[in-house]
């Protein structure tokens, strides 16, 4: 009785041992991707982080420029910024002068597929004292 008890336990023991081959093999290569994607994630993340730093900087930088330009009587201050702009990687969408005030918009192209540009806008001009 016990040899039949014994035999009976082997057998099972087998038959679940070849069913679980290959198991291992699957969940490694999902592992991997879902290592692969949060890496993934991550450099979207980051790229779209110094993007956005890039746009700003030259949003700033144009911005101030046109608004210097104004001061100091230029004729075509929104030339200044897009100069300034390109020289800082970046691309101008819009600039408005109001009096001394100078809006300006740019746009900074990521390597991110859903999201292909940042853009930031800045105003720049005289503070009044008072």
Known sequence: MMLHVSLAVRRVRR???RADR???????VALIIVVGVLLATIASAGN???CQTRAQSAADLAAISAAMAVRNGTADSCAVARSIAVANGASLDSCVTDAEDVQVSVSVSTQVPFAPYVSRSVRAGPVSCG
């Open 48 to 50: 779209l982080l110094l």
């Open 22 to 28: 290959g198991s291992g093999t699957m969940v490694g």
């Open 15 to 17: 038959s679940l041992t």
